[in-house]
């Protein structure tokens, strides 16, 4: 349930969740539900559900036991707010975050509003980041959802970037990512847009991060912009090691969960 990663901005992947649901246009093409299907297909025992949501409660403690410090994307495979993910279990997983000290942990969710919901009841850590995904315009008030959050270090993941996002409220903002859709009826994504957001970011000097083009063919599109490559990323200086007296919320639900 865990391993090295090609996502250019993490070093490793961790899943104590699999499977989503599809809730807006970014959805569209989720290559994660590609990759469940094939992995199920090849007899993986943690995708017999395929995309299905399922909570593994043995891959909560993996963190602890890597020793090497290293960035790690959180759910690659799933969101950790979906509306059927028990608090609890989302509240195990950020004390796991937090015992892991020498880690760095980077979660994304779609689900801003669920997000929102639980944050008063999840303790957080400065090596807990956490971001919301914006696809287009209509999507951006997952902006102001997460800004009202209690995570330490903000950021946005615009990918895949579906149109132009001009005037972003950046303020509270920690980190932006940028990346066109690829694979299988990728859709376009305009150079403009891109720029805008960068220099947006220049402005108010937020670290920005230019992941790809995409495309059908996403490694001859590259991922320089204007004849460089950017991979800006927030400083990060590891907590005390007072996060290790912290003990874990048992985790009592079940390991399945369709969505309602």
Known sequence: MATNSSIEWTESTWNPLTGCTKISP?????????????????????????FKLTLHEDALKLPLHWKKPQTIFVNSM???????????????????????????????TKRSERLLEVSPLLNWADNIWMGVSVENRDYAFRI??????GAKVKF??????????????????????????????????KPEWVVAIRNQCQKMDIPFFFKQWGGV????????????????MPTFVPPSRKWLTLELIPVSASKEYSSR
């Open 156 to 189: 946005l993941s615009l990918e895949p970037l579906l149109g132009p996002l001009p005037r972003l409220k950046l303020k509270g903002i920690d980190w932006v990512i940028v990346g066109g859709e690829s694979g299988p009826g990728a859709r376009v994504m």
């Open 144 to 149: 102001d959802h997460l800004r009202e959050t």
């Open 217 to 232: 063919h996403k490694k001859k599109a590259g991922r320089e912009l204007e004849r460089r490559t950017w991979d800006e």
């Open 26 to 50: 970014g959805c569209k093409h989720c290559y994660t539900e590609r990759m469940a299907h094939r992995l199920k297909a090849m007899g993986q025992a943690n995708y017999v559900n395929g």
């Open 78 to 108: 799933s969101d950790m707010f979906h509306e059927s993910v028990p608090v609890e279990f989302i509240q195990s997983a950020f004390d796991i975050m937090r015992r892991a000290y020498w880690h760095r942990f980077q979660i994304l």
